[in-house]
């Protein structure tokens, strides 16, 4: 047992790894106890701390970095999978849109454009139903009507995307302009005078990709059969 | 009434387009940084584990959480103080969670300096003394355990601990001598089981 006056001083050399200090140095060349406490001490604190040492620095296993990269992968890839579609979504719609712009008919005058009044097309709602078109627009001196049916295109009348959820503010509209035919007028008459070769197309997105049908262009339908106009 | 209708989607792609491109310069600098953090979090892990299975899970996932807030924790001290705090968060509720493998490492307490164990009752006296050291460990408060472990690993000064951990450096020594004290008092006791040669 070592000195009791000299016990904690003993400790505190030791854990630090400094050598004693001059008064413990002197005491422990008189007394054999406390230098043995001394080394005991210290083998316990290097036993300690060779363990931290051998614990904090094992060697790392080489597959971990290559598994985090693997893991990594896992997760950055689905959410790289749906832009892909989308980009590629946006692109057709685009490219669609595009020839949609060129092909409609030209030769029509602004102002004969809003005597006419437009004359939408909304996006099919099932290729099968081409077989009736749905007037939708209630008046009988209409502006405008609007075709449910975009398969069966078969005049000079501008066509507008309509997505489905927008197709009923589209038909109040209609119905509004039937009723107010110089509101039409007025609405026409403001728009910019734009050139056809000026018009600039900006890539779209939508979820679904649909092929617009044009005049005199063949079309696919979601089933995939081909139709010719 | 064209544009209006679709124009919307298009500023969506654009921004998510702009997205993708930040994730992946982050993604880049990520990878970069894992040959550096990768062991970092391994050791954590590993110091309080002591099984080379278990830590590297534990170092897999807080690699991973680290990717998820990569984007605030860039800065390379923030990012290694964090991981660090993560590695261990984890690595202790995995052993708390009882989930632990059971087969821990082999023996490495054996002090350095000293001659490896020579017989079956010396490789038990060093095993007893490892399983008293451990539970010495888990009930040392955590803020000492982890300056502790950081201190042993090798590449990082104290300075370097007390930047990463977000510490005063006087407060990152005075806890190393602590813990050690702490530490000392507990195996006090049961240092007969590692007699000196
Ligand atoms: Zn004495």
């Known amino acids: 047992m070592p000195c009791k006056h000299y016990k904690e001083a003993l400790i505190e050399a030791a854990a630090s790894g400094a050598a004693p200090s001059g008064e413990l140095r002197l005491h422990f060349g008189e007394c054999a106890s406390c230098r043995e406490a001394f080394a005991q001490e210290q083998f316990l604190f290097s036993a300690i701390d060779s363990d931290r040492h051998a614990a904090a620095n094992a060697e790392v296993p080489a597959s971990l970095v290559p598994r985090v990269r693997a893991r990594l992968e896992e997760t950055i890839a689905p959410r790289l999978g749906w832009m ?10 685009a490219l669609a849109f595009a020839v949609f712009l060129m092909a409609r008919p030209h030769h029509a005058a602004p102002e004969e454009v809003a005597k006419q009044g437009p004359v939408m ?29 975009h398969f069966q295109v078969a005049s000079s009348n501008r066509e507008v995307l309509v997505p489905p959820d927008e197709r009923e503010g589209l038909a109040h509209l209609v119905a509004t302009l039937n009723e107010r035919r110089d509101f039409a007028v007025a609405l026409r008459a403001q728009r910019p005078e734009k050139k056809d070769g000026l018009v600039t197309v900006d890539p779209l997105q939508i979820s679904d990709i649909e092929i617009k049908p044009l005049e005199g262009t063949e079309t696919e339908t979601s089933d995939g059969a081909g139709e010719t106009h | 009434m064209q544009e209006l209708v679709l124009s919307q989607p298009v500023s969506t792609v654009r921004s998510e387009l702009v997205r993708e491109a930040a994730r992946a310069d982050a993604q880049r600098e990520f990878e970069e940084r894992l040959a550096e953090c990768g062991p970092l979090a391994y050791r954590v892990a590993r110091s309080v584990l002591r099984n080379t299975a278990d ?92 300056v502790l472990l950081l201190s042993a690993m090798e590449g990082y000064t104290v300075e370097e601990i007390a930047a990463m951990i977000g510490v005063p450096l006087g407060t990152v020594k005075s806890r190393i001598f602590l813990a050690r004290k702490k530490l000392a008092e507990k195996l006090r006791c049961h240092a007969n089981t590692i007699k000196r040669r």
Do not use: M
Request: net charge positive; charged share 25%.
């Open chain 1, 121 to 149: 097309v909304p996006a099919p709602t099932a290729p099968k139903t081409n077989a009736n078109p749905e007037k939708i627009s209630p008046s009988g001196s209409q502006i405008g009507a609007l075709r449910v049916n």
């Open chain 1, 84 to 93: 892909q579609p989308l980009v590629l979504a946006s692109a057709c719609v």
């Open chain 2, 55 to 146: 830590a590297e899970d534990v170092a897999q996932e807080a690699l991973l959480r680290a990717y998820k807030g990569f984007e605030r924790l860039r800065d390379r001290t923030h990012f290694r103080g964090w991981l660090v705090r993560i590695s261990f968060r984890l690595a202790l509720d995995k052993l708390r969670s009882g989930k632990r493998r059971e087969q821990r490492d082999t023996l490495w307490s054996q002090p350095a300096h000293l001659p490896p164990p020579l017989t079956a009752e010396d490789v038990v006296a060093s095993n007893q003394f490892q399983n008293h050291l451990e539970r010495a460990l888990d009930g040392l408060p955590e803020k000492f355990r982890l």
